[in-house]
């Protein structure tokens, strides 16, 4: 057997490549492979295949493989030479655009757990807010950031008693299998933080040989595929009608007195964060009398971590509710006491 029937995989390679290219149109090939690498690093686990496979779609690969092509509506102009010289010696650029992640819009209702910590959660905490989660019948989970600690590959202080990598990695997957147990029917979505961004930066830093490798890169290592849950990469935003969603690292600094205010001076647009353990919101009318509303949202791992005892730090999670036109209201809840406000 041969063609697309012996490898499917390629024929999916394929269609996703033809996606970005029609959304991207002027994109270079190096750049939209180290996009697509870095989006789905199961899918295109090689820059450079994935590469090769954008110049066979384009046209680019060599006159034989371009007669091969059924399909030209993708085919790029060839280079006139001659015509101006300096542009063919313009280097492909290393600019590595993020794209944001699109909600789709039959999600009219989301539910979002940030800074979970794991294996630092406060059970009780998360307990409550996926309970909450259950009776409120969500379109979908996102996970903002945190879900993970890696303690074991932080840079900070730590206890030696407590480096257990292998374990810390087991106790998320549990997460996750439990949180996809309690909504089995609607997508999960986990969004990398800045503390899951540690095993990238550790990687960088004491085993660069393999960054970029597959069995090194989240979704393997905690088995997102067995479970259904959808990653989206560090710093890499979500488009939510109206309401944008980050972690909260997007932006340097430590939130100010209020991260909802704080976050405001930076996005300028309606968003939803979480990054700093603390529920907050801030509404603004500009002059010309659009209300733009700014949230944070508190977080469901343990309030007092040996590192920092004395904080303001508060429990808690938000409901989003989407409409068809893209407006949305947030519900920003938070846990005192053991119940939801």
Same mark, same amino acid.
Request: proline fraction near 6%; glycine fraction near 8%.
């Given at each position: 057997?041969?063609?697309?029937?012996?490898?499917?995989?390629?024929?999916?390679?394929?269609?996703?490549?033809?996606?970005?290219?029609?959304?991207?149109?002027?994109?270079?090939?190096?750049?939209? +492979?180290?996009?697509? #690498?870095?989006? $789905? =690093?199961?899918?295109?686990?090689?820059? *450079?295949?994935?590469? %090769?496979?954008?110049? /066979?779609?384009?046209?680019?690969?060599?006159?034989?493989?371009?007669?091969?092509?059924?399909?030209?509506?993708?085919?790029?102009?060839k280079?006139?030479?001659?015509?101006?010289?300096?542009?063919?010696?313009?280097?492909?650029?290393?600019?590595?655009?993020?794209?944001?992640?699109?909600?789709?819009?039959?999600?009219?209702?989301?539910?979002?757990?940030?800074?979970?910590?794991?294996?630092?959660?406060d059970?009780?905490?998360?307990?409550?807010?996926?309970?909450?989660?259950?009776?409120?019948?969500?379109?979908?989970?996102?996970?903002?950031?945190?879900?993970?600690?890696?303690? +074991?590959?932080?840079? #900070?202080e730590? $206890? =030696?008693?407590?480096?257990?990598?292998a *374990?810390?990695?087991? %106790?998320?997957?549990a /997460?996750?299998?439990?949180?996809?147990?309690?909504?089995?029917?609607?997508?999960?979505?986990?969004?990398?933080?800045?503390?899951?961004?540690?095993?990238?930066?550790?990687?960088?830093?004491?085993?660069?040989?393999?960054?970029?490798?597959?069995?090194?890169e989240?979704?393997?290592?905690?088995?997102?595929?067995?479970?259904?849950?959808?990653?989206?990469?560090?710093?890499?935003?979500?488009?939510?009608?109206?309401?944008?969603?980050?972690?909260?690292?997007?932006?340097k600094?430590?939130?100010?007195?209020?991260?909802?205010?704080?976050?405001?001076l930076?996005?300028?647009?309606? +968003?939803?964060?979480? #990054?700093?353990?603390?529920?907050?919101?801030?509404?603004?009318?500009?002059?010309?009398?659009?209300?733009?509303?700014?949230?944070?949202?508190?977080?469901?791992?343990?309030?007092?971590?040996?590192?920092?005892?004395?904080?303001?730090?508060?429990?808690?999670f938000?409901?989003v509710?989407?409409?068809?036109?893209?407006?949305?209201?947030?519900?920003?809840?938070?846990?005192?006491?053991?119940?939801?406000?």
């Amino acid at each position: 057997m041969t063609g697309p029937h012996k490898h499917p995989e390629n024929t999916i390679r394929r269609a996703e490549i033809v996606k970005a290219l029609k959304k991207y149109p002027g994109m270079p090939a190096r750049t939209m +492979a180290r996009m697509m #690498h870095k989006g $789905d =690093p199961a899918l295109f686990p090689s820059i *450079e295949s994935t590469r %090769s496979l954008i110049r /066979v779609v384009t046209g680019t690969s060599g006159e034989s493989k371009r007669k091969a092509i059924v399909d030209k509506s993708l085919f790029r102009p060839k280079k006139v030479s001659g015509a101006d010289p300096w542009e063919d010696m313009m280097p492909e650029s290393w600019s590595e655009p993020i794209v944001p992640f699109i909600l789709p819009k039959s999600i009219r209702s989301l539910l979002v757990l940030s800074d979970i910590h794991v294996p630092f959660h406060d059970i009780d905490a998360l307990k409550i807010a996926v309970k909450y989660g259950i009776a409120a019948k969500p379109d979908a989970v996102l996970l903002n950031g945190d879900t993970l600690d890696f303690y +074991a590959l932080s840079d #900070h202080e730590k $206890d =030696p008693r407590k480096v257990r990598w292998a *374990e810390e990695l087991e %106790s998320c997957r549990a /997460v996750l299998r439990m949180i996809r147990s309690a909504f089995p029917d609607v997508p999960i979505y986990f969004k990398s933080g800045n503390h899951e961004y540690r095993m990238e930066r550790h990687l960088m830093k004491y085993a660069p040989v393999l960054i970029g490798m597959a069995e090194f890169e989240m979704p393997t290592l905690l088995r997102m595929g067995e479970v259904g849950v959808e990653y989206i990469a560090n710093k890499r935003m979500i488009y939510a009608g109206e309401l944008t969603i980050g972690h909260g690292d997007e932006w340097k600094g430590g939130g100010g007195i209020n991260p909802a205010r704080w976050t405001s001076l930076r996005a300028r647009e309606n +968003a939803l964060i979480g #990054h700093f353990h603390r529920a907050s919101e801030h509404i603004e009318r500009t002059v010309r009398g659009k209300v733009r509303g700014y949230w944070s949202t508190g977080c469901l791992c343990e309030l007092q971590p040996a590192y920092l005892t004395q904080n303001d730090w508060c429990h808690g999670f938000a409901m989003v509710h989407l409409d068809a036109d893209g407006s949305f209201e947030v519900s920003n809840h938070k846990i005192v006491n053991g119940k939801v406000r």
